[in-house]
């Protein structure tokens, strides 16, 4: 009986993950349903869009956190970037932790970005996956995922990503999946975001967002998807040479879930 309920608790994390989409951060990014894949510009893009790591030029370390997603401890994620801007491109580096004791997972990524003409920015970020099953034994695995930004003016902007490029069939979870969306820069304090993921073997999913700047320090941010059906919000504080995002997402079944982010800027401008 505990090697079936052990079974069962592994296949719903494996379910999560590919349905769910619960393994990505940041805090801002779920705030918005993830549709801000065309403005990526922090520590995180190296998860996300790595093109965007491009856009930071500061050292800047970032960590997020989910403690328990719908309610569920050992859906517990979280993760942490660091970004060193140079001459040559921007060069990062990421870790990953998921699960608990029945079912762990650990990734290593590296990325690199460069701003090929100050409009079209690359990225690439490879992953060094860990999974390991109680009683079942470990395996891991190599992958790497492409990333686009292109800057059409100071206020439009479109986005593309390619991620598991390498299909691992010992891991079905980790499919070949891409990303594209738009920003758009209504004013000085907002944007609005829209983009289309599509994942092999799953529905196309649409998610939109929108981000508004109340204040110097204090932003608001919302957004919505399909397939599956949920919508999240948030907000970011952005003070001195740090910021903090906090993130809610409602699934209609599974419930709420809560995240937190924070960025921390160590240098001057290069």
């Known amino acids: 009986m505990k090697n079936y309920k052990s079974i069962l608790v592994i296949i719903f994390l494996l379910i999560f993950k590919t349905q769910f989409g619960q393994s990505l951060p940041g805090a801002k990014q779920i705030a918005l349903s993830h549709s801000d894949i065309a403005s990526s510009n922090d520590v995180f893009s190296i998860f996300i869009n790595p093109a965007g790591l491009s856009k930071i030029n500061k050292t800047q370390f970032g960590i997020f956190y989910s403690p328990s997603p719908f309610g569920i401890k050992e859906l517990a994620n979280g993760f942490l970037s660091i970004n060193q801007p140079t001459n040559l491109g921007s060069f990062s580096i990421g870790a990953m932790n998921y699960g608990f004791e029945l079912f762990k997972e650990n990734r290593i990524y590296l990325g690199y970005s460069n701003n090929l003409s100050n409009q079209f920015l690359i990225g690439i970020s490879t992953v060094y996956q860990i999974v390991k099953i109680q009683n079942y034994g470990s395996t891991n695995f190599f992958n790497f995922s492409l990333g686009n930004i292109f800057l059409i003016d100071n206020n439009f902007s479109i986005g593309f990503t390619l991620h598991n490029i390498l299909r691992n069939k010992n891991y079905s979870s980790l499919t070949t999946n891409f990303r594209t969306g738009i920003t758009y820069k209504v004013s000085d304090n907002a944007k609005i975001h829209l983009s289309a993921f599509k994942e092999i073997n799953f529905p196309i999913s649409i998610s939109s967002g929108i981000e508004y700047s109340i204040i110097k320090y204090f ?34 079944d599974l419930g709420l879930t809560h995240q937190v982010g924070i960025i921390i800027n160590f240098s001057d401008e290069n």
Do not use: C, E, K, T
């Open 219 to 252: 932003s608001l941010r919302f957004g919505i998807q399909n397939n599956p059906n949920n919508f999240s919000g948030g907000f970011g504080i952005n003070y001195s040479f740090f910021n903090v995002d906090y993130a809610i997402n409602n699934h209609p």
